[in-house]
């Protein structure tokens, strides 16, 4: 099972798995897509800032806890 924690205060994840431990950044949110969470990851300001996903994980196999 993997462990999704995301802070929405800090704008961060951590991602958990068997075989995978990841923390990420500047998070705005974490979207319900196609069965997945999608992390998405802002780059750059302003105009300019961009949105990217930089993980994916099926929601039927992941716990995801929501901290403020």
């Keep these: 099972m993997n462990k999704l924690v995301f802070n929405t205060t800090k704008k961060t994840v951590e991602f958990y798995s068997e075989f995978i431990e990841e923390k990420f950044d500047k998070i705005p949110t ?39």
């Design 30 to 68: 974490v979207k319900c897509l196609d069965g997945y969470y999608e992390v998405m990851q802002e780059e750059g300001s302003g105009e300019d800032k961009k949105k990217y996903p930089v993980l994916r994980s099926p929601i039927s196999a992941t716990i995801m806890k929501i901290v403020k």
